[in-house]
């Protein structure tokens, strides 16, 4: 499976998921979060997971003890697929432990609520703070085709394991990392904090001491125990560092220059904007030039704007009017596209643009704290 089928797969199980949350059990999750986690980390997470398979490769042609050159193929992905999974225990592990990591890792426990969206939700440096854990591998000695392929897997059990539907998975509760103990692992609660750092198999919390079932009577708390009040995936990804480095931040609690936005308007325009960047990774290896660097932008670009928009403020409508428009119309004009779907995108994008500059104009501050009284 390539990665545009592998996306748009994951896209459709989230989207499923939520009807079924909405409409059986009766639990919504507001747009704003949803196309947070969705967008959150995609952008430069992707670029950066280049260099990440870089220094593997780098690694393995210079470094490598090759233990496993003399291995046959089902010995290679069989010791791989337990390797990788025990690096992910240390690496998630280290990345709660050490301060400079948790900065990184963060972003992912800033969502609230629990769901499959929330195993997309990583940051933007989440591919570079993962090198020192698997390059590891590369050390060892384990061909580039076998960790990428199981990386995938193991990614794959991940995103499974945040779905906010199954509670119970049987007796696979036992060997596996499941939505059930993953949860856990979400928990502000002092009884489940720094549990449960597994990726796909619950063997390595039970060796090492981390092991917690969710205790009956005791409600899982998801979140951060200082929440980070913002909508927007460049300051959810930075703001720790900001912090760290005594940066000046807005003041996203009392921030009372809000204009209103509905949810729905930020999960349409999330969703469009997904739709560019599926074309963009299905064009991937089109060797486009400059044309991919101008699409790269776009979705980097109008992910912030439409953060900003999430955040209810000014400059978000602006910016994403100016970057549904202006780019788009000088993009088909200066390469001449005459590709449908791409330009079925951009019109879609301009009207919601276009429309979505209404709302500057709309003085309601009653209807935000209507809203955030929610
Ligand atoms: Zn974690």
């Known amino acids: 499976m390539n990665l545009f089928a592998g996306s748009l797969l994951l896209v459709i199980m989230i989207i499923v998921e939520l009807i079924i949350m909405k409409v059986i059990k009766k639990e919504e999750i507001p747009w704003r979060e949803v196309i947070f986690n969705i967008n959150s980390g995609h952008v430069l997470m992707w670029f950066f997971r280049s260099a990440e398979v870089l220094v593997f490769v780098v690694i393995l042609k210079n470094f490598s003890l090759n233990l496993l050159s003399n291995w046959s193929f089902i010995g290679q992905w069989l010791f791989t697929f337990f390797a990788w999974d025990c ?27 629990f769901s499959l969206s929330l195993g997309l939700r ?11 854990f698997f390059v590891i591998l590369a050390v060892i000695g384990v061909p580039l085709p076998v960790f990428l392929s199981l990386s995938s897997v193991h990614y794959f059990f991940q995103f499974y394991n945040h779905n906010g539907v199954v509670k119970s998975s049987g007796i696979l509760d036992k060997i596996m990392i499941t939505p059930a103990h993953h949860r856990v692992h979400h928990g502000t609660n002092p009884e489940y904090r720094d549990r449960n750092f597994g990726g796909t198999l619950i063997i390595w919390d039970k060796l090492f001491g981390t092991f917690q079932k969710k205790i009956d009577g005791i409600d899982i708390n998801y979140g951060l125990i200082n929440p980070i009040r913002t909508d927007n995936p460049f300051w959810g990804n930075n703001l720790p560092f900001f912090k760290a480095l005594k940066i000046n931040v807005p003041d996203f609690k009392n921030d009372n220059n809000k204009i209103y936005i509905p949810d729905l308007i930020v999960g349409s325009g999330g969703f469009i904007l997904l739709g560019l960047w599926l074309y963009y990774i299905d ?8 044309q991919q660097f101008y699409y790269f932008m776009l979705v980097f670009l109008s992910t912030i704007a439409l953060g900003g928009m999430s955040d209810k403020k000014a400059w978000g409508i602006i910016s994403w009017s100016l970057l549904t428009s202006i780019l788009p119309l000088s993009f088909i004009l200066y390469f001449n596209i005459s590709d449908n779907i791409i330009l079925s995108l951009f019109a ?12 500057l104009f709309s003085n309601t501050k009653e209807k935000i704290k209507l809203e955030e009284a929610l």
């Open 122 to 132: 990583n940051s933007w440096y989440s591919s570079l703070s993962s090198i020192p």
């Open 283 to 290: 064009h991937e290896y089109d060797n486009l030039g400059i």
């Open 348 to 359: 879609l994008f301009f009207i919601h643009g276009v429309y979505s500059l209404k709302y």
């Open 87 to 113: 690096c992910f225990y240390w690496l998630h592990r280290m990345h709660h432990k050490i301060p400079l990591f948790w900065k990184v890792h963060n972003i992912h426990h800033q969502g609230e609520h």
